[in-house]
């Protein structure tokens, strides 16, 4: 296949798996810091890595200087760099693995490999259970016990990738396998959170070509299937892609079997039955036998079935089924350019990574009508939760970035749920504000009854308030806290208030069966993006697709309304 050329995503992946190793071997922390700013500024870069190369304007990025810039070209060009390589070959492939667990940092995972050589999952679970862990500096009992914890979990569950990074990896592998045209399937096309095994769909039959190029994507990749069927490969670290190809008269029903859970197509092939249609992954046939029927494309295989055409989000078996038989189905789902305004967004006043007016430029350029400025409240000290007086020192910035930009900017905050269910501010500085989002950042391991009492005093407030990331899991590291879900519904649909459904690729919550919970209850959503960075803006994206396979239509979404209307519909005083 040749030299593999990386686009920003992979090089800023890099980028930042250089750093990492140079932490781990105690390089220099401002060597180490200039790779993470680096890869952070290929992200924001607006446009492709292939114009900033080419007309070499990588150093006009903030951060990036000759020599940064030309490992960049380097890897962009070839898919390689000689310090990665190096670094690669000096220290064991099982750190980078260690990095993904919460509790470990470069600095930790460096104490670790320094003081027991720990350079594996394995290594690092021997030395937990012989409680070796606990006795390294910087460590102690219970991070060594929430470092099992992890372990464990992560082995119980097969490799699995979150849905942005799933993506990414679809796209790579098209231009890996030279333009061979593939469409989405699987989780993935449904936009799931996890996604445990990417699946392509190529609108050929020439397969076990196709699983060698595949093999050849990444180094040490091993090819498990490779026959009519299909093509199945494992990428190093366990993960699996599955390829499947398909004559232009079988695209459709192909594309269907491979996107839909196994109970959303057997109701469907049950359907078409009972219209004399013989549905199966390699075309509608006439019950009876004969040749395929041509389809021109998803839409007519559903009208075939006498249903309308289920959006993939919906494909779950989750009751779309019986709805779209009932005539319920909403035709309407929002999308994401119904939505305009950007809610749940930091800036540098709090753990933001530009400042005030960065933010509200890339909301201007993306065309947004207003964006929500919610910096941590003060009991987040650990994230510059901002005082009473820095909140109001942020008002005076406000409207001076105001004057600067056509956005119109709304003054918040991302108040604590505090563990009585107060929130973080008095309520003469909530009422004066514009927006105000609620979360739980602290105390997550409260008991199930503590924690519903806790978020029902809270949602009972008088003020209006968005639940932020309602359950306050972090996909793939934490698991999601106990609390009786629809008591807190109920407490929040009997006051003012809304849910949230949060864009980050490590929350998307609430889920789609919780927003499901909300919207029989009538309480208002709103997407947000909960964006640390102007790159971030662009998590708007999930949180729609999250809103989507939640059933969630566009007036059910307050922040597709209008400026004067959003601000209307959530201001945190009730109006006189």
């Known amino acids: 296949m040749g030299l593999r050329m990386l686009d920003k995503a992979a090089v800023a992946r890099a980028l930042r798996e250089i750093g990492a190793l140079l932490e781990v071997k105690g390089e220099n922390p401002f060597k180490v810091r200039a790779y993470a700013t680096g890869a952070r500024a290929l992200e924001e870069a607006v ?5 900033l190369v080419a007309h070499k304007r990588l150093t006009e990025l903030r951060g990036i200087g000759e020599a940064l810039a030309k490992k960049i070209t380097e890897l962009h060009l070839t898919g390689h760099t000689a310090l990665l390589d190096r670094l690669r070959g000096e220290l064991p492939t099982g750190l980078l693995e260690l990095l993904e667990l919460p509790d470990l940092g470069p600095r930790k995972v460096a104490a670790l490999y320094a003081a027991l050589k720990v350079g594996s999952l394995a290594e690092l679970e021997a030395a937990c259970r012989a409680g070796l862990v606990q006795r390294v500096p910087g460590f102690g009992a219970k991070t060594e016990e929430r470092l099992l914890e992890a372990l464990l979990l992560r082995a119980r569950r097969r490799p699995q990738l979150l849905l942005p990074d799933a993506l990414t990896l679809a796209e790579e592998l098209s231009a890996h396998l030279g333009g061979e045209p593939l469409a989405l399937a699987g989780s993935a096309r449904r936009m799931a959170e996890v996604v445990e095994e990417l699946v392509l769909l190529a609108s050929t039959e020439r397969k076990a070509p196709l699983a060698a190029d595949l093999a050849a994507f990444r180094p040490g990749a091993e090819v498990l299937e490779a026959s009519g069927a299909g093509s199945r490969v494992r990428l190093p670290g366990g993960f699996e892609v599955r390829l499947h190809g398909a004559p232009r008269e079988a695209r459709a029903a192909a594309l269907h079997h491979l996107t839909g859970s196994e109970g959303h197509c057997r109701k469907v092939r049950a359907l078409a039955r009972e219209r004399g249609y013989h549905l199966t992954p390699h075309g509608l046939f006439r019950q009876g036998g004969g040749e395929p ?10 009208a075939r079935a006498g249903l309308p055409l289920i959006p993939p989000e919906l494909r779950e078996d989750a009751g779309e089924i019986e709805a779209a038989l009932a005539g319920e189905l909403p035709a309407d789902l929002v999308r994401e350019e119904d939505v305009r305004g950007f809610v749940h967004c930091h800036t540098s006043w709090s753990d933001g990574r530009a400042t005030l007016l960065e933010m509200a430029l890339a909301a201007d350029a993306l065309g947004a009508e207003y964006l929500t400025v919610t910096d941590h409240s003060r009991s987040a000290a650990y994230a510059g939760g901002l005082s009473v007086d820095r909140l109001k020192a942020q008002w005076e910035e406000i409207a001076k970035v105001q004057e600067r930009v056509r956005v119109r900017l709304l003054r918040g905050t991302e108040a604590d749920i505090t563990e009585d269910g107060a929130l973080d501010y008095p309520d003469a500085v909530l009422e004066a504000l514009e927006v105000v989002v609620a979360s739980v950042h602290s105390r997550h391991r409260m ?19 968005i639940w932020g990331h309602a359950r306050g899991r972090l996909l793939l590291e934490r698991e999601p806290f106990a609390c009786r879900l629809e008591e807190v519904l109920d407490a929040l649909a009997g006051s003012r208030g809304a849910v949230e459904v949060n864009g980050d690729p490590k929350r998307l919550e609430l889920d789609p069966a919780g927003l499901r919970l909300a919207r029989a209850r009538g309480i208002p959503v709103v997407l947000s993006v909960d964006a640390h960075a102007t790159s971030a803006l662009t998590y708007l994206r999930f949180a729609v697709a999250t809103a989507r396979r939640g059933g969630v239509r566009r007036g059910e979404v307050l922040n597709a309304l209008p400026h004067q209307a959003f601000l209307k519909a959530v201001r945190p005083a009730a109006s006189p």
Do not use: N, S
């Open 293 to 302: 029927l041509p389809l021109e494309g998803e839409g007519e295989l559903y």
């Open 447 to 465: 008991g199930e009854r503590e924690m519903t009492e806790r978020l029902v005093r809270a949602m009972r407030l008088p003020i209006f308030k």
């Open 47 to 51: 446009g492709g890595l292939e114009e």
